[in-house]
Each structure stands twice: as structure tokens, then as C-alpha cells.
């Protein structure tokens, strides 16, 4: 599958065409969220070594890290609605299985 596309929808939170890409972006979903939050720790831990040293850095260390908390928080929103989305046409599917 196209990584790429999967990426799209994961990014933009849109519904994908296909339950398969749904489930991809799902997928990718932990390991994005999980790299957003280590570097977001990496900008942490830098800008508050800038601090400690009174560098004139730690205000871009400072701007940075704010930047990525925005980012790590637009991370966890997809993986929530993502993961939600899954989840209902699961239960969906499920019904109408029973129903037949």
C-alpha cells in the first residue's frame, strides 16, 4: 500500500475510501504519536539545558518545543479519531453480521 496515502488520511483525519486504508493509517497511528512525543522530550531536555547555562538558545529551544507540543497533540487528535473510526465500523460490521 501506498505510504504515502496512508499518511494523508492519517494526517488529515479524513475518511479513507477503503476499510483497509482506515485500518493502515490505524496502524501507524502509536508509532506516530510515539516518535512525536521522544523528540518532543529531546527538545524538552535541550531547552531546559539552554536554561540552566543562561544561553540566549533556550528562547528557540523555548519556541521549538512549543511548536512540537502543538504537533504531538495533533498526533494523539488522529490517532483518537483514527482509532474511533476503526472502532465504529468494527462494531458495525459486527451488527450486521449478527442481523443476517
Known sequence: M?????LSFYW?????????????????APWA???????????????????ARQSTWAALGAMAAS???V??????????????RVEERRLVETAIRHDS
Open 71 to 84: 504537533g504531538l497533540a495533533w498526533s494523539l487528535y488522529c490517532q483518537y479519531v483514527i482509532t474511533r
Open 33 to 51: 504519536s510515539l516518535l512525536a512525543a521522544a523528540i518532543w522530550v529531546e527538545l524538552l531536555f535541550v531547552t531546559f539545558f539552554f536554561v
Open 2 to 6: 501506498e505510504k504515502r496515502l496512508v
Open 12 to 28: 488529515s483525519t479524513r475518511e479513507a475510501p477503503s476499510p483497509r486504508l482506515d485500518e493502515a493509517a490505524r496502524q501507524y
Open 67 to 69: 511548536l512540537w507540543t
